[in-house]
């Protein structure tokens, strides 16, 4: 016998003499569905979107218990591991994620199933109460608010300096994000951050041509 038998012997038999009990099952799959019902209530607490999705939230804790399941059956065999891995690579997840914390929930429920799949239920356990922290203590840190949008039409085309120097006296930063001059019409978007709103919409109104003047609110990026 060559050494490349040997050593093809030996490594074979260190993957097919694992051998997967059905207590270690149990416990394996117990301790997972314990944490994953946990990551369900997490982002129940944590999701402040206007339409949830009790559907996503399901499947989170439902990945959990199917990744944990597939690192127990490929610990059992080298065999199926590797089949495993053939399969696996040909999935294909096109479902767009529209929140990026959605997809720090998706991470963590996969890492619980592989960490309680290869029997680590101590470090799962402690990856997630970590996780939890570090969600809740960034979600309180306060942000800058979001700038609002002033969208101003007048019948003056050569307005727009008095309407900016108007503007400044309210606002200590802000930016013009749409110009649109056609015949004997000025519409003017303009982004900025203002404390005394109704001051301010209040003397834009007021302002020589003006035929509207709107001041709007969004959830958008804070840019500046």
């Known amino acids: 016998m060559g050494f490349q038998d040997v050593f093809k012997k030996s490594f074979l038999e260190g993957f097919n003499g694992m051998d997967i009990t059905t207590g270690k099952i149990a416990a394996t799959l117990f301790v997972t569905a314990i944490l994953a019902l946990y990551v369900f209530m997490i982002y129940r607490l944590v999701t ?14 439902a990945m959990a218990l199917i990744t944990a399941a597939i690192i ?4 059992s065999n080298l065999v199926i591991s590797l089949g495993m891995v053939g399969a696996l690579s040909i999935i294909r997840f096109r479902t767009a994620v529209k929140d990026p914390m959605d997809l720090v929930f998706l991470f963590w429920s996969i890492s619980i199933g592989i960490i309680c799949g290869a029997g680590l239920y101590e470090v799962a356990l402690v990856t997630s109460v970590a996780v939890t922290i570090c969600i809740l203590v960034l979600d309180l840190l306060p942000v800058a608010k979001a700038p609002m949008m002033l969208v ?3 019948s003056v085309t050569d307005g727009e300096q008095e309407i900016m120097d108007t503007v400044k006296k309210y606002a200590g930063a802000c930016r013009v994000k749409s110009r649109n001059l056609s015949s004997g019409r000025l ?7 203002v404390k005394d709103e109704s001051g301010l919409i209040q003397e834009v109104a007021g302002l020589k041509g003006m035929i509207s003047a709107s001041l709007i609110a969004h959830d958008g990026e ?3």
Do not use: C, G, P
């Open 222 to 224: 804070v840019t500046f």
């Open 48 to 61: 402040r979107k206007v339409f949830y999705s009790k559907s996503f939230n399901i499947s989170l804790a």
């Open 72 to 75: 127990l059956a490929m610990q």
């Open 187 to 193: 519409d003017l978007v303009v982004e900025l951050r």
């Open 152 to 154: 101003v039409n007048s």
